[in-house]
């Protein structure tokens, strides 16, 4: 088989990560009150927020990844995710010059234990396994 037959690895334009909580201030506040409480958790959620607000390391990892990372909730996120995902949350999506690609399922953002490190690592790990590559600036 010669080389020119085998297909380019697909290009990540864009991660989107989804949390497993509603944008509205009636949903932040039940998923806050729900976590506080021990009866919800958003593993992404974990990595990307503390407390009350996004933690400040995560807004200086995503400023340094090689393309942009958009969090949405399960209500506000983009059709074209929603559909790759089948509504599952929380979800990492990559979305690609050809189609969106899960990139990190619930289980695998729960194997971060809200590191953002391993977060990176995985995103990483997985790019390679799926065959991604990061579209240059």
Known sequence: MSSSNVAPPRRIIR?????????SLRGELAY????????RHCALCEITHG?????PEWKACRDGLPV?????????????VRIATGGITPVVV???DSAPVIVLSPA???A??????RLVEAIER??????????TP
């Open 15 to 23: 991660l989107v990560g989804v949390y497993d909580a509603e944008s």
């Open 32 to 39: 806050w009150i729900g976590a506080r409480l021990g009866r």
């Open 51 to 55: 407390s009350v607000r996004e933690r």
């Open 68 to 80: 942009p990372f958009d969090n949405h909730h399960r209500d506000d996120q983009p059709t074209a």
């Open 94 to 96: 990559a979305e690609t």
């Open 108 to 110: 695998d953002l729960e």
């Open 112 to 117: 971060c234990a809200g590191s953002i490190d």
């Open 126 to 135: 997985a790019a390679a396994r799926l065959d991604l590559t990061w579209t």
